[in-house]
Nanobody, 114 residues
Framework: VQLVESGGGLVQPGGSLRLSCAAS????????MSWYRRAPEKERELVAR????????YYADSVKGRFTISRDNAKNTVTLQMNNLKPEDTAVYYC????????WGQGTQVTVSS
C-alpha cells in the first residue's frame, strides 16, 4: 500500500498550491479520502474529506471557501486545491485513506510566507 503526496512548497500569502496524492495497493474507490495537516507544536487537524464516490465533502471551517478536495477513482488520485493561502496554513499535509484500515502518506510540506 502506498500513498504518495506531491505538490507542496513555498508560496507567498494569497497564492495557490495544488496537492496530489497517488494511491496504490488497495481498492481506492472503497475508501474515504482525507487531507490532514500538522503545524509545528499543534495537533493534527482534519482539513478536508471526500466520500468514496465523491458525493459528500467536508471542510474544516478554517479552509472553507479556499480549499477544494476532489478525487479521480479511475486514476486513484485525490487532490487538494488550495487558494488564497495564509501563513497559518503552513504545515505538513498528509493524505489519508479511511476504511477497514487507515493508510497514511509520508506528508508534504506547505510553507506560506513572504
Amino acid at each position: 500500500v502506498q500513498l504518495v503526496e506531491s505538490g507542496g512548497g513555498l508560496v507567498q500569502p494569497g497564492g495557490s498550491l495544488r496537492l496530489s496524492c497517488a494511491a496504490s495497493g488497495f481498492t481506492f474507490s472503497s475508501y474515504v479520502m482525507s487531507w490532514y495537516r500538522r503545524a509545528p507544536e499543534k495537533e493534527r487537524e482534519l482539513v478536508a474529506r471526500i466520500s468514496n464516490i465523491a458525493r459528500n465533502t467536508y471542510y474544516a471551517d478554517s479552509v472553507k471557501g479556499r480549499f477544494t478536495i476532489s478525487r479521480d477513482n479511475a486514476k486513484n488520485t485525490v487532490t487538494l486545491q488550495m487558494n488564497n493561502l495564509k501563513p497559518e496554513d503552513t504545515a505538513v499535509y498528509y493524505c489519508n485513506a479511511g476504511g477497514t484500515t487507515n493508510y497514511w502518506g509520508q506528508g508534504t510540506q506547505v510553507t506560506v510566507s513572504s
